[in-house]
């Protein structure tokens, strides 16, 4: 079955009572009982199929993790309360057991880089940082530093850099290493990671996945080999995402497909009108010839069902000689393109990177990373294009 089939039928549709339901259900119960106290034991001990506790299974969850796993052409997946759980979860898994190294990519979420140095550092893990889109460099950290785990972001956030996933996923395998994908800004309808190597699938449900900013969660994709580790992890620690949001997160799925190509095809259309004004300075979008990680990016992503190339929903773009004050006037000046933080929803909005994902980032750490205070970031939603590049040019002229 093709993805936008999947996306609607896959997980969720199980007889019960004697008929089956059209929507998936949202199983609120925390609890399940059966006719004998042996059956419930049973299931409990993992001897019969079944529902014990939520925390180790909810049915409504189990739809969400079925119909994500389908379109991740396979393996297994876990919803969690949170991007950054699923990803806290991840990592966990990848280090369980094996030497605490990694080697993350110089170019991650603000957030991202404070779970390893604030969280897991002191924890005893240690991280060192390479450039994944020099993949000789990225192998030279990865030969030295011998990690158990590899971790990038398929697109970065927010300059929106594209790895060669597949050679990154051979290097780290090559050394004896796991490779964890954050995925959030390419989901499986822009890029099938797993088909090119990756071993743990991030993705922050709260973003394109969900897609409408009315649910926070997280979802972890693996492979099945992985399943007693990563699924004993979540038991214990218990990241659970509750029915409702997985609920709603399977609905946001039901049209990624259609939503992505939408972002896509509006994005391809507001970085070629932003490129074209004296007033920016720099459009970051992979679907722009001069983008660094152009050809990476033709390579690897899947274009939407009619054949059009798809670079994703996301545009970074930098006002010319503007600093807070000059950015703050734009972002004021906006009437339909929403400021604030997120992205991946389906109304178009814009956050400011120095004071929102990177904020607990020093400047000098954010200069180097090349986020500088000219700098936004731009999540295209799926308005009509003209409209978006309205809004955002009245408010340039400001
Ligand atoms: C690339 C990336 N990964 C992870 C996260 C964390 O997701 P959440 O906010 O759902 O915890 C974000 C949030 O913006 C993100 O941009």
Redesign the pocket.
């Known amino acids: 079955m093709k993805l936008e089939s999947l996306a609607v039928h896959a997980g969720g549709r199980k007889p019960s009572a004697g008929f089956t339901a059209a929507a998936t259900p949202i199983h609120v119960s925390s609890s399940y009982f059966y006719g004998t106290a042996a059956e419930l034991a049973k299931v409990e001990a993992g001897n019969a199929e079944g529902y014990s506790y939520t925390r180790h299974g909810n049915p409504t969850a189990d739809a969400l993790h079925e119909q994500i796993a389908a379109l991740e052409g396979g393996g297994a997946a876990l919803s969690t309360a949170?991007?950054?759980?699923a990803?806290h979860l991840a990592l966990s898994a990848a280090l369980t057991g094996r030497p605490q190294r990694i080697v993350a990519a110089n170019m991650l979420?603000g957030?991202?880089y404070l779970l390893l140095s604030g969280v897991m550092e002191p924890q005893g893990v240690e991280t060192r940082f390479a450039d994944p889109c020099d993949p000789d460099a990225f192998e030279r950290a990865v030969a030295e530093h011998r990690p158990s785990c590899v971790l990038l972001?398929a697109v970065s956030?927010p300059l929106l850099r594209v790895a060669e996933l597949d050679r990154i996923a051979a290097i780290a395998h090559e050394h004896g290493a796991a490779l964890v994908a954050?995925c959030?800004?390419t989901t499986p309808a822009l890029l099938q990671a797993r088909g090119l190597g990756a071993d743990f699938i991030?993705h922050?449900?709260?973003?394109h996945l969900a897609g409408h900013a009315d649910v926070?969660?997280?979802i972890l994709v693996y492979a099945n080999e992985h399943a007693p580790l990563v699924e004993d992890l979540s038991q214990t620690l218990g990241p659970n995402l509750g029915p409702f949001e997985c609920y709603l997160t399977m609905r946001g799925i039901k049209t990624l497909p259609l939503r992505m190509a939408a972002h896509c095809r509006n994005a391809g259309i507001v970085a070629r009108a932003l490129q074209e004004d004296e007033r920016i300075l720099r459009v970051h979008y992979p679907g722009l010839a001069d983008h660094p990680d152009h050809d990476a990016a033709s390579r690897l992503f899947l274009p939407a069902a009619g054949g059009e190339k798809q670079y994703g929903g996301m545009v970074s773009f930098e006002i010319a000689s503007a600093g807070r004050q000059e950015v703050f006037r734009f972002l004021n000046a906006l009437k339909l393109v929403v400021r604030t933080l997120?992205?991946g929803d389906v109304h178009s909005l814009v956050s400011y990177p120095a004071m929102s994902?990177h904020r607990n980032l020093s400047p000098k750490h954010r200069a180097r990373l090349g986020i500088g205070d000219n700098l936004l970031r731009l999540s295209v939603g799926i308005e009509d294009p003209e409209d978006i590049v309205e809004d955002l040019l009245q408010a340039l002229r400001g």
């Open positions: 949170s991007g950054m759980s990803l979420f957030q991202t972001e956030n954050d959030t800004f991030v922050s449900g709260t973003k926070l969660g997280g997120s992205l994902s």
